[in-house]
């Protein structure tokens, strides 16, 4: 469908319309500051019918409940889509003097009799009289938000001194994927004053790490968002243990989906491949650029075969993981394009065909991308500038990094190790020093979590894990002079991990040795070890042919698209376990990950089927611990429809269209009420037994009739968890 409104087109207030409240309190979001949730109930609606158009409808609803005259003028269209039962949905942005109000915006559904339906008030609570001008420059805010994302020393002095200066340090390739952007915004202060302050958007080359700063008036940082949390193609459909290489085609022009197929005509190469919806190349020199090289493919046919007892590093192997990239990502496009993640939506395309959104945004897909291991990102800016996904080899069964201890003599011998993907990677020379366990300078061992007492300086510094971040632990002995950084499991026996974490600060590499080997070491006096990669390397794994990695980092896009911010606690939480869910609920299966992770239990802390933690658990501590819950939600939800014969088709429709009815920074219930408005909205005739689904299985995990969570000013968590459901739902 072509968009009907183009950006920018201001909503009029009402005039004269009479206006019948249905439901007359609306259901908070205590979780999304400021926003404010309406919901008609099932069958029912905020307005009466009408033939005024949508936005004059949205237009005084707000003036009736409160809205001032400034900010209903204010509002401006952003997109309208057309979405399932005639329903128009509206994406609305405040705007104030010329400038966007940062974080200010409205959703709404309006049904085909004109009723509005549902509707999120995210509105800045302006009043009028214009925006006060900036204290600071547009240079001066990027230079305060390239301080505090460590791209600039902290206690330097002003990087350059001029304008001009800064921007050649902004534009450097070596630092930055894209330039960095100031946009000048209008934010909301105390009373309904505006003032103009400034929105910084980076980019990092290293590490895929999409910044919004948000800069005010007086050049003090208000906050910090990241938004960042892959023809006939032989490819593994879910990945090596599960499916067999197999020969698939691309569709054919003339679907809905992918108009004009996957692939562009003409000449590619075996590792760089190209269509609407995506651009997968190799990136093994993590220059975030198509690696040269590779085989000239004229004919579409994309049929390298895998050799899973090489290295991925293999050039045949290279070609495999490029077409796999390229065939999941377009997978997981059309699957989601049918269930209402289109352009209007914010989906990612090179064109979309005059149906409205932006474009100019396909994925792009980097293969076995050389800046990390054991992970995956990305990053998803605003709609019109293309994502982009990173995908890493995998360490596999045997770990490749070693501490090696060189003295004493009696606990001499190599120790496995895990990294990190903060900080410097290890070489095969690796880095040598004497190892001394931090204490708090009495001689009682700490975690590190605060400042370092003892003389780790020209020392590799032993700490225990947990009491805070790792990348706390190895700032903190970083400051202390030490030169790299054993962290113990505090738990496991002889497990380790890759530590996860984001700090461009660290500047000395850290490993993680298990709770046994740290006993052994804490245990001996005069120890010299050197923490190094082993060479040979062990055989290494590859995300690329991992589906579950690929459609979980797919779903980051989906959320920061159609829900709008999730970063926070719970948001973050959410993003990391509705991303899991698009995973289990495409692949069918309970865990995330088993062949990148080389764990049959994948990469999570426990099966779905069966989850033991509940709302009540989350602490807000780590999204992807915190995520689990969530991705237990959706599995519970799944294996429910399957049961009742209703299949992953329409759970796919509820849970794509329940982001239209979703605040932005969304708590668990958030997301629970989207998808029954889902439901409600279908206007299927077993709409009722649908939503005793939904309830059951946010119920089950104490997302039940009640459940609140909320963060305050500090990010600290609260959680109120119920596990009941509504009468009438057994």
Known sequence: MRDAVGPGRRVRAAVGCALLLLVAAPV??????????????????????????????????????????????????????????????????????????AGAYARAAVDASGRLIHLVDGLAPVAGGGVAPARVTAAQALEAALRRLGYLPATAPAATGRDGELTVFARDPARFHAAPTVERVAISEAGGALRAGFLVETWSERGNLLHHTLVAGDGAIRSVELRTANDSYAVFVEDPSKTPQAVVSGPAAGSAESPVGWLYPGTQSTIDIAG??????????????????????????????????????????????????????????????????????????????????????????????????????????????????????????????EVVVNAPAGIAGSYDAAGAEFGPSLTTAGVTGDVLLVDDGTGTATDACEAVQNAVSGRIALVDRGGCNFTVKVLNA???????????????????????????????????????????????????????RKDPAPLMVDGDLDSDVVFHEY???????????????????????????????????????EYAASNPLGIRTAPYTGYPRTYGDVAGTEVHLDGEVYGAIGWRLFQSFQTAGLGKSLLLDYLVDGMNYTPSTPAFEDMRDGILQAVSAAASPDAAAHACLVWDAFAAYGVGVGALGTVDASGAVTVTESFAKPAGCP
């Open 478 to 532: 970083q400051a202390a002079g030490a030169v790299a950084v054993i962290v113990a499991n505090n738990q496991g026996g002889d497990a380790i991990f890759t530590m996860g974490g984001t700090e461009r600060k660290i500047r000395i590499p850290a490993v993680m040795i298990s709770q046994n080997d740290g006993a052994t070491l804490k245990g001996a006096t005069g120890v010299n070890a050197t923490a190094r």
């Open 276 to 401: 609407n919806n995506v651009n997968a190349y190799l990136d093994a020199d993590a220059n975030n650029r198509p690696d040269r090289g590779g085989t000239a493919v004229t004919d579409g046919n994309f049929l390298t075969a895998a050799d899973l007892t090489a290295q991925p590093s293999t050039s045949g192997n290279r070609a495999v993981a490029v077409q796999n990239l390229f065939y999941l990502n377009n997978v997981i496009h059309d699957v989601l394009y049918v269930h209402g993640f289109d352009e209007a939506a914010g989906n990612f395309q090179d064109s979309n065909f005059g149906r409205g959104g932006k474009e100019r945004d396909s994925v792009n897909a980097e293969a076995q991308d050389g800046g990390g291991t054991d992970n995956a990102n990305f990053a998803t800016p605003t709609d019109g500038r293309s994502p982009r996904m990173q995908m890493y080899l995998w360490n596999g069964p045997v770990p490749p990094l």
């Open 28 to 101: 908070g979001a205590a979780a999304a500051p400021g926003a404010r949730v309406y919901r008609g109930g099932p069958g029912g609606a905020l307005t009466p019918p009408s033939r005024a158009p949508a936005t004059d409808v949205v237009a005084g609803f707000l003036r009736s409940h409160g809205a001032t005259r400034a900010a209903v003028d204010g509002l401006a269209v952003s997109a309208e889509s057309r979405g399932r039962g005639g329903i128009t949905h509206l994406r609305l942005e405040q705007r104030a003097g010329g400038l966007r109000v």
């Open 555 to 593: 779903g980051h896009g989906l959320t920061w698209r159609m829900i709008g911010g999730m970063s926070g606690p719970l948001a973050g939480a959410i993003g990391e376990g509705m991303s899991d869910v698009l995973a289990v609920v495409m692949n069918e299966d309970d865990r995330v990950g």
